[in-house]
């Protein structure tokens, strides 16, 4: 008999709403397609949202990003290829309920053992304030600067200009993340420091393209942290709600609550 959890079974306990603004310490190169481009004319373009033509960040690209580093932080094999790049997976439903990367950030839906994913991360768009910054500031391309670049070729050694297209340093965008508690609420507590880890992870590397270069730094500011059962889910832990200015205070906070 198998001891995997199953997906029909998962009772919703709670969820954890963390609200944040991420700043771009860095300039901020997240790529767009250009063959969508509607402004400009630029190599590298990044993603914008296109009812408004503003920059934005992709939930997927900032949890894809998380995941990524986690994987390596946790030293879990990468062995599931989607696409272009290759994830970790737990292929097995007895290494599974140990793997707190899965249990966080979900696996694919063809194994049995597989269950909704824990973590959402909503699409993070540019604060009020930064927009109106930005717009005054009349940057190369509407919120936007182009950096130039040279690619040196490596037998002529001549040097190739090429341009990216980045969110100047400064820019702030206003996020929310949503994490469900399931059958096991007291793990799933526990399983809730891993996002606060990976985002202290990607505050030491980068987000985006071009992050050996210099873009991409970015800061979590701001956050807002709030827990809400359901009624039927009795633990000890109260409803709460922290506010930190920094990542590494909430953090402190969220170890402090947990006794741990
Ligand atoms: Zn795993």
Redesign the pocket.
């Given at each position: 008999m198998s001891t995997a959890p199953n997906a029909r079974l998962l009772h919703l306990k709670g969820r954890l709403f963390l609200s944040f603004n991420l700043r771009a310490v860095t300039g901020l190169h997240i790529g767009g397609s250009p063959g969508t481009l509607a402004i400009g004319n630029v190599d590298n373009p990044v993603i914008r949202d296109p009812l408004t033509g503003q920059p934005y960040i992709p939930g997927s690209s900032l949890r894809g990003k998380m995941r990524a580093l986690m994987e390596k932080w946790l030293g879990?094999p990468q062995n599931n290829r989607i696409g272009q790049t290759t994830i970790?997976?737990?292929k097995q439903a007895q290494?599974?309920v140990s793997?707190e990367?899965?249990r966080t950030f979900g696996i694919p839906g063809e194994y049995d053992h597989s269950e909704t994913s824990r973590l959402i991360v909503r699409d993070a768009f540019l604060t009020p304030t930064s927009r109106q910054e930005l717009a005054n500031a009349r940057t190369d391309l509407p919120y936007t600067e182009i950096k130039w670049e040279a690619a040196i070729d490596r037998v002529t050694s001549a040097a190739t200009p090429r341009q990216l297209e980045r969110v100047p340093a400064g820019a702030v965008f206003a996020g929310t993340l949503t994490f469900n508690l399931y059958n096991d609420a007291d793990t799933d507590l526990r399983l809730f420091g891993r996002v606060l880890e990976a985002m202290q992870l990607l505050e030491e590397d980068y987000l985006g393209g071009q992050g050996a270069r210099g873009s991409g730094q970015v800061r979590f500011e701001q956050l807002r942290l709030a827990l809400r059962l359901n009624e039927q889910y009795e633990q000890q832990l109260q409803p709460f709600h922290q506010a930190a200015a920094t990542l590494d205070e909430l953090i402190q906070a969220w170890r402090k609550q947990l006794g741990s």
């Open positions: 879990r970790h997976v737990c290494d599974y793997c990367l899965c």
